[in-house]
């Protein structure tokens, strides 16, 4: 993974999404997060709203892994829906608050994120003057990695910052 970070602060926009939620051990498990997408994508295709080239597909993480026991750790498959869309069973519906977050972009391997995720905390966030802010993190994911010529992910990774 390259060292060379790339990270912007920015306004981003609240969000509204249809999820499924998750509690317990998730880091590292591909199966878990396939099985999760397969069962919204599921759900939202048949309702048309995966059409739309506006809607996001991402990954919500309610708790911090350094405070919260690891059977405790909430996460939420996601994708952006119109703000009155129904749902029904195990799909939510929750907005994700808008607000200054850093912006990380990385192409990744399935086993890097946890490394990219300790850069930004580890590194980039004290060396540039923020500090986490209140708020849920999120992972915003741009490809189909089946179509990356080494099946990388391209994602962004957001978290919610102010100045120090």
Known sequence: ME???KVEVKEMPELHVAYIRH?????GDTKLFADLFGKLMGWAGPR??????QTMVLSVYHDDPGITEE??????VCITV???TGVEGEIGKMSVPGGMYAVARFELDPDEYEDAWNMIYGSWLPENGYLYDEGVCYEIYLNDPEEHPQNKHVVDICIPVKPI
Do not use: A, H, Q, Y
Not at 48 to 53: A, E, F, Q, R
Not at 71 to 76: E, Y
């Open 3 to 5: 060292k060379d970070i």
């Open 23 to 27: 509690t317990g051990p998730f880091k």
């Open 48 to 53: 048309g709203l995966l059409s739309s080239p």
């Open 71 to 76: 059977d405790n750790l909430r996460m939420s």
């Open 82 to 84: 119109p703000e009155d």
